[in-house]
């Protein structure tokens, strides 16, 4: 069975930093389209960023800049590294893979506070 836990969210103020990790297990991650999700109150589920197997990294413009995403195939985790928050960068966080099959995490909670 293929599990995604995300960790690391937390309540920060604005400026800070935070870093998500995503640790996966049941599969490895090596082939997987690895990505960052968010979901904000009363908003739909937005895309944030996404790397290939090849390393190759997309990120929505509202944080690019500002955060920074990686994957380490051989722990078998990707990470998000967020810097410069801000409190529209409040929502759940959620990490998927995307294959042959897509999974998704349970999602951690940002708050950033102003």
């Known amino acids: 069975q293929v599990q995604l836990v995300e960790s690391g969210g937390g309540l920060v103020q604005a400026g800070g930093s935070l870093r998500l990790s995503c640790a996966v297990s049941?599969?490895?991650?090596?082939?997987?389209?690895m990505g960052w999700y968010r979901q904000a109150p009363g908003s739909q589920r937005e895309f944030v960023a996404s790397i290939t197997p090849g390393g190759s990294k997309n990120y929505v413009e509202a944080v690019t800049g500002r955060f920074t995403m990686s994957r380490d195939n051989v722990k078998n985790m990707a990470y998000l590294q967020m810097n410069a928050l801000k409190p529209d960068d409040t929502a759940v966080y959620y990490c998927?893979?995307?294959?042959?099959?897509?999974?998704w995490g349970q999602g951690t909670q940002v708050t950033v506070s102003s």
């Open positions: 998927t893979m995307r294959g042959r099959q897509d999974y």
């Open positions: 049941g599969t490895r991650i090596g082939t997987y389209v």
